[in-house]
């Protein structure tokens, strides 16, 4: 018989917020998939746990994949961990849940701490349903591009590095304007944790407002937009790919006749875009 394969949340910050549940199914197993095999092991040696481990990060991810099937199918359990939160959350792990999956291998979730479920709780954004993004790109036009596509009208999640999260915050400001609320969580659950709920235009006075409010991780909680007509919606989906092959004055003249909308309102998104 096949083993078993447990994606196991860890502690995001706080190893107390670890689970009687993963702890034992981490005592039993018989190998431990790390992102990192010396975070993880901080966690490990917290419980007295021995079981041996094996790096599974994104860098080498192809390569352990057929390791831990050969594993698997010789009847061995193996959990996987990343070194903080949910394994495939933004963390290394969905290719080797795909191809156990596609090995008629069973894969069993432990669930528990996730840094943007906990942002979100924390938020107070009244919603249904959220985007998690996760990191954009790091290169800034990259980012801006792809800030342009989440004016929803729902919550959206992201994360960010500090050595980025001034340039992200204003990129912010100057995509969704001053007046749209933002949560700041950094170094949730941890000693120095903060949230903090404010309008975009008071994000980097806040942020500078101490030093080490510049250290840690950021999940950000952007609130959701106002709903748009569907017309104005393919608009711009419009002139986005004329953007791409044309001056902004004549992308905005040609998506003005395609969707009936004002030239002069579309020129102005189009000369944003464009910045």
């Known amino acids: ?70 594993l698997l199918q010789q009847g061995k359990t193996v ?3 990343s ?29 528990g701490p996730n840094a943007a479920a906990a942002a979100f709780s924390a938020a107070g954004f009244a919603a249904d349903r959220f985007l998690f993004v996760g990191f954009l790109a790091a290169a800034p036009a990259a980012r801006r591009r792809a800030l342009e ?3 929803l009208p729902y919550p959206v999640i992201l994360y960010e590095a500090p050595h980025r999260v ?15 609320e933002i949560v700041i969580a950094r170094e949730l659950t941890k000693k120095f944790e903060e949230v903090a709920r404010m309008r975009l235009g008071e994000a980097q006075a806040w942020l500078r407002g101490a030093p080490e409010r510049v250290q840690g991780e950021f999940a950000l909680v952007l ?26 004055s004549e992308a905005a003249r040609l998506a003005a006749k395609i969707t009936g909308l004002p030239r002069r309102l579309l020129y102005r998104k189009a000369l944003e875009r464009a910045k």
């Not at 009687?20 to 010396?38: G, P, V």
């Not at 001034?166 to 749209?180: H, K, S, T």
């Open 79 to 81: 959990a996987l961990v």
């Open 166 to 180: 001034a340039e992200m915050l204003a990129d912010l400001e100057a995509r969704f304007g001053p007046g749209r």
């Open 223 to 248: 609130a959701a937009g106002e709903p748009k007509p569907a017309a104005h919606a393919d608009a711009e989906r419009t002139l986005d790919a004329l953007l791409e092959a044309m001056a902004p």
């Open 1 to 70: 018989m096949s083993g078993i394969l447990f994606v196991v949340a860890t502690p995001i910050g706080n190893l107390a917020d670890a689970s009687a549940r993963s702890i034992e199914i981490l005592r039993q197993a018989d190998l431990i998939a790390c992102e990192d095999t010396r975070t993880t092991r901080t966690l490990l040696a917290r419980h007295g746990i021995a079981a041996p481990t094996l790096a599974l990060h994104e860098h080498n991810e192809a390569v352990v994949t057929p390791k831990i099937l050969d």
């Open 83 to 111: 070194d903080a939160g949910t394994p495939g959350v933004s963390d290394p792990g969905a290719l080797l849940v795909k191809q156990v999956h596609s090995a008629g291998i069973r894969v069993s979730p432990i669930p």
């Open 149 to 151: 596509e989440l004016d």
